[in-house]
């Protein structure tokens, strides 16, 4: 097994592989699958670990199932230590102030767990949720499903915190070299990981060639792309507007000189892969047909980088949020980012703040201005159609710096979100707010939506059943069957709306906030409401403690 810095397998492997030597005692078959397991070249403090550990394995006699089950007992249970001589392999043991289990870390990842639908098997129910093993084998699922942001998260969050601690208690307690010498690859393993993430998130670590292509050499190139590909960017659409504006929405294009580049566009680039209304199904009395894709066609979708981390923030929710949306997903694989260059943002934006104003998860970035387009290639299945143009060094810049700043809430218990829930500064949204839902419509993480059944006709039992996007700032978003509503207010519905995008989602998935700072929501208001304003307000009204009820 070779460890490379840039082979997911090899990587969710060795945190496989790790985690399973702290899950318990080693057995007979692991055993002997780490003596015929050829090591791989190292530098460094990992080099050192592997040595002792190749020496170790080398070594040892008849009897060292026996001594490794010992020395994990007495190690990591603590077995017959009246003086605390151990590690202890659970987080909260490491980071709290009394060394004592379940609390904040376990606290904060049981809530990651749950929320990309993880939990507990039978195998490890004795273990507490922040055991290094749960920890380890969570980052094995994060490297699989997860995106490196995620990666690089949990990883400084946790692991990096007490891992190095932790692993020098294995040094000093250990009796024998094999624990000596895991504790040493893992916390060297873990610093590696967490430079390579770091350069990767920053982007030091993709692999692409670049190009420069003329405009009069784009037309051809566009050509070959659509025999396989449908292309959507931001579109002028003129005089379909408010007032009779240009409306500049997503749509489909032919020519790199119909993406409207200057522009912010009015719409997000969500409703290409999730559609306003998608049939899902058609019946016919007592027979149901699932609605076939239009064809078998991939998709280039130009994006900014807000928009892009907006993506990133729907395929959580549409698929690593229990069981994957079949709708959703069989669309969303078919799409390939194209990254549409954004180093000034616009006016309203407030991506900076958020963290949205980088992305490099896309298949393809571009530059363009009236004489040609700057390329960055990432994906190889791109490369053909622009490997006969200019060879150039070109990598996409990002806004630094924006006019308006998010300044999201501090949050930080139930006691705290139960007083921000029954703040009087909600009382202010109660007329000003029609509950029109354009807020949520143009939003590019908002992701509810209604089932609904068409009949064809008042006798006929032949229909179709379709999801439509809905809005939870509608009066009658929380309305039940019986006629109850959960929130009776449009002050309600803007707390809900605020508290889901600066403070659910990443109090459930732990990463970043929902909001992208696209600013699309206070662009389209007709009633003037400033989401940002909204925000930064409740953080003011928290801080000054105005407002209470």
Request: glycine share 8%; with cysteine.
């Given at each position: 097994?070779?460890?490379?810095?840039?082979?997911?397998?090899?990587?969710?492997?060795?945190?496989?592989?790790?985690?399973?030597?702290?899950?318990?005692?080693?057995?007979?078959?692991?055993?002997?699958?780490?003596?015929?397991?050829?090591?791989?070249?190292?530098?460094?403090a990992?080099?050192?670990?592997?040595?002792?550990?190749?020496?170790?394995?080398?070594?040892?006699?008849?009897?060292?199932?026996?001594?490794l089950?010992?020395?994990?007992?007495?190690?990591?249970?603590?077995?017959?230590?009246a003086?605390?001589?151990?590690?202890?392999?659970?987080?909260?043991?490491y980071?709290?102030?009394?060394?004592i289990?379940?609390?904040?870390?376990?606290?904060?990842?049981?809530?990651?767990?749950?929320?990309?639908?993880?939990?507990?098997?039978?195998?490890?129910?004795?273990?507490?949720?922040d055991?290094?093993?749960?920890?380890?084998?969570?980052?094995?699922?994060?490297?699989e499903?997860?995106?490196?942001?995620e990666q690089?998260?949990?990883?400084?969050?946790?692991?990096?915190?007490?891992?190095?601690?932790?692993?020098?208690?294995?040094?000093?307690?250990?009796?024998?070299?094999?624990?000596?010498?895991?504790?040493r690859?893992?916390?060297?393993?873990l610093?590696?990981?967490?430079?390579?993430?770091?350069?990767?998130v920053?982007?030091g670590?993709?692999?692409?060639?670049?190009?420069?292509?003329?405009?009069?050499?784009?037309?051809?190139?566009?050509?070959?792309?659509?025999?396989?590909?449908?292309?959507?960017?931001p579109?002028?659409?003129?005089?379909?507007?408010?007032?009779?504006?240009?409306?500049?929405?997503?749509?489909?294009?032919?020519?790199?000189?119909?993406?409207?580049?200057?522009?912010?566009a009015?719409?997000?680039?969500?409703?290409v892969?999730?559609?306003v209304?998608?049939?899902?199904?058609y019946?016919?009395?007592?027979?149901?047909?699932?609605k076939?894709?239009?064809?078998?066609?991939?998709?280039?979708?130009?994006?900014?980088?807000?928009?892009?981390?907006?993506?990133?923030?729907?395929?959580?929710?549409?698929?690593?949020?229990?069981?994957?949306?079949?709708?959703?997903?069989?669309?969303?694989?078919?799409?390939?980012?194209i990254?549409?260059?954004?180093?000034?943002?616009?006016?309203?934006?407030f991506?900076?703040?958020?963290?949205?104003?980088?992305?490099?998860?896309?298949?393809a970035?571009?530059?363009?201005?009236?004489?040609?387009?700057?390329?960055?290639?990432?994906?190889?299945?791109?490369l053909?159609?622009?490997?006969?143009?200019?060879?150039?060094?070109?990598?996409?810049?990002?806004?630094?710096?924006?006019?308006?700043?998010?300044?999201?809430?501090?949050?930080?218990?139930?006691?705290?979100?139960?007083?921000?829930?029954?703040?009087?500064?909600?009382?202010?949204?109660?007329?000003?707010?029609?509950?029109?839902?354009?807020?949520?419509?143009?939003?590019?993480?908002?992701?509810?939506?209604?089932?609904?059944?068409?009949?064809?006709?008042?006798?006929?039992?032949?229909?179709?059943?379709?999801?439509?996007?809905?809005?939870?700032?509608?009066?009658?978003?929380?309305?039940?069957?019986?006629?109850?509503?959960?929130?009776?207010?449009?002050?309600?519905?803007?707390?809900?709306?605020v508290?889901?995008k600066?403070?659910?989602?990443?109090?459930?998935?732990?990463?970043?906030?929902?909001?992208?700072?696209?600013?699309r929501?206070?662009?389209?208001?007709?009633?003037?409401?400033?989401?940002?304003?909204?925000?930064?307000?409740?953080?003011?009204?928290?801080?000054?403690?105005?407002?209470?009820?």
């Amino acid at each position: 097994m070779m460890i490379s810095k840039l082979d997911n397998a090899s990587r969710g492997q060795m945190y496989a592989l790790l985690s399973r030597l702290y899950r318990a005692e080693v057995d007979g078959e692991l055993l002997d699958a780490l003596k015929a397991l050829a090591l791989p070249q190292a530098e460094g403090a990992l080099a050192e670990g592997y040595a002792l550990l190749k020496n170790y394995l080398d070594s040892c006699g008849e009897n060292a199932l026996e001594e490794l089950a010992v020395d994990y007992a007495n190690l990591f249970l603590a077995a017959g230590s009246a003086d605390g001589a151990a590690a202890i392999p659970c987080e909260s043991v490491y980071t709290s102030p009394k060394r004592i289990f379940m609390q904040d870390a376990w606290e904060d990842v049981s809530r990651r767990y749950a929320g990309k639908g993880l939990g507990r098997d039978g195998a490890v129910n004795d273990l507490h949720e922040d055991h290094l093993a749960l920890e380890l084998e969570f980052m094995t699922w994060l490297v699989e499903h997860g995106s490196p942001e995620e990666q690089a998260d949990f990883l400084s969050t946790h692991l990096l915190d007490w891992v190095p601690a932790f692993a020098a208690d294995i040094e000093k307690y250990a009796r024998w070299d094999f624990y000596k010498a895991v504790g040493r690859i893992t916390a060297a393993f873990l610093a590696l990981e967490g430079e390579f993430l770091s350069t990767l998130v920053s982007g030091g670590a993709r692999q692409s060639r670049s190009f420069s292509v003329r405009a009069d050499r784009m037309a051809p190139i566009f050509t070959r792309l659509k025999e396989k590909y449908r292309i959507f960017a931001p579109k002028r659409f003129p005089g379909r507007g408010p007032k009779g504006g240009d409306l500049i929405r997503y749509g489909r294009i032919d020519a790199i000189t119909d993406v409207v580049y200057n522009e912010k566009a009015h719409f997000s680039a969500k409703e290409v892969f999730y559609p306003v209304s998608q049939t899902m199904l058609y019946f016919n009395g007592d027979h149901c047909t699932e609605k076939e894709l239009e064809d078998d066609k991939g998709i280039l979708l130009f994006v900014r980088p807000c928009d892009i981390n907006a993506i990133r923030r729907l395929d959580q929710i549409f698929l690593h949020n229990g069981q994957p949306d079949l709708y959703y997903a069989r669309m969303r694989e078919k799409v390939k980012l194209i990254l549409l260059e954004c180093r000034e943002g616009f006016e309203n934006c407030f991506c900076v703040s958020m963290g949205s104003n980088v992305a490099w998860d896309y298949a393809a970035a571009v530059r363009i201005d009236d004489i040609c387009a700057l390329t960055e290639i990432c994906d190889e299945e791109l490369l053909p159609y622009f490997q006969d143009e200019v060879p150039i060094e070109f990598a996409p810049e990002f806004v630094e710096e924006n006019r308006r700043a998010a300044r999201p809430p501090r949050i930080d218990s139930r006691e705290r979100l139960g007083q921000v829930c029954q703040l009087d500064y909600w009382n202010q949204f109660d007329d000003g707010c029609i509950a029109c839902g354009g807020c949520n419509t143009v939003c590019p993480t908002c992701s509810c939506f209604d089932t609904v059944d068409i009949i064809y006709n008042e006798t006929s039992r032949d229909g179709e059943r379709r999801r439509v996007w809905s809005s939870c700032m509608l009066r009658d978003f929380t309305q039940t069957a019986g006629g109850g509503m959960a929130r009776k207010t449009q002050g309600a519905n803007m707390r809900f709306k605020v508290l889901h995008k600066m403070y659910d989602y990443k109090a459930r998935f732990g990463v970043e906030h929902m909001c992208v700072g696209c600013g699309r929501c206070i662009d389209r208001c007709p009633k003037g409401i400033d989401y940002l304003d909204a925000v930064n307000g409740l953080t003011d009204a928290l801080a000054g403690g105005k407002g209470d009820g």
